[in-house]
């Protein structure tokens, strides 16, 4: 039984790939620390965060419209991840692995809004 948004796979898959990132992302040079490093770091936050604030709004419309927006953060990392590889910050086993992690929580999300 779903008691707090913490019961959530989703959410708890979501936050896995915070820790991840935030470990990842400490290895970026420098430079990137008001730029890319701080973007991948609110994007991935906010997955999470997101997810948590829609089940604490208390209404399936709501909850909808922040997975929504959690699914946005989510395209946002893919995204952000993919930047990095390209300039080499992330090697191709760290990517992908990063990279499949998002997928797995993409479908995650998108199977459980079919279902509110």
Do not use: C
């Amino acid at each position: 039984m779903v008691k707090t948004h913490r019961d959530l796979q989703i959410w708890q898959k979501s936050m896995d790939l915070v820790t991840k990132v935030y470990k990842e992302v400490e290895n970026f040079p420098d430079y990137e620390k008001f730029g890319l490093t701080s973007q991948i770091r609110r994007s991935s936050v906010s997955i999470p965060a997101n997810i948590a604030e829609g089940f604490g709004r208390r209404s399936k419309k709501e909850f909808r419209r922040f997975l929504n927006i959690s699914m946005g953060s989510l395209f946002e990392i893919q995204t952000e991840l993919e930047v990095s590889y390209n300039l080499e910050y992330l090697d191709k086993d760290t990517f992908e692995q990063l990279y499949e992690d998002t997928r797995e929580i993409e479908r995650m999300i998108s199977s459980f809004i079919s279902t509110l």
